[in-house]
């Protein structure tokens, strides 16, 4: 039995009733579990793939600790590559020695990779918690 989605809930009762149910059996229907079961989500959501069952607090905490690490590392790296790009314009415009623009580059780009290195293994206990299904 096909009913219009905009039709009333007395209405749709009042048919049952013209089909000849009887009010006891209008009342179980509307009292089973399978009328009051909510609509399971589409397994393309993307919230629904990555639930790994955490509260939603913990689930924030998560994406705000996440986030923190994400913004710290990635200005540290940016900081250090400002302050390469830095000397090498102080050494173009001749307030230091080919040596020292070269020491410092290379000393910044090695705290960029030592940033990246020790950041990554905080990144991948990260992706576990948002991708693992525990």
């Given at each position: 039995?096909?009913t219009?989605p ?5 209405a749709?009762?009042d048919?049952?009733?013209?089909k000849g149910?009887s ?11 399978a009328?009051?079961?909510p ?10 793939m990555v639930?790994?069952g ?6 924030n ?9 994400y913004?710290?590392?990635e ?16 050494n173009?415009?001749?307030y ?13 780009f ?17 992706i576990?918690?948002?991708?693992k299904?525990?």
């Open positions: 039995m096909s219009p905009t039709m009333s809930l007395t749709k009762i048919l049952l009733r013209k149910l009010d006891d059996e209008i009342d179980q229907l509307l009292a089973s579990p009328s009051s079961e609509v399971k989500a589409s397994p393309f959501n993307m919230a629904e639930n790994n955490s509260s939603i607090e913990e689930w905490k998560q994406v705000d600790e996440t986030e923190k690490l913004i710290n590392t200005a540290f790296s940016v900081l250090f590559i400002g302050i390469a790009i830095i000397i090498n314009i102080l173009f415009k001749g230091f020695g080919n040596t020292v623009a070269i020491v410092g580059s290379v000393i910044c090695v705290l960029v990779a030592l940033v990246q290195v020790f950041s990554a293994p905080k990144y991948r206990e990260k576990k918690f948002f991708v299904k525990r």
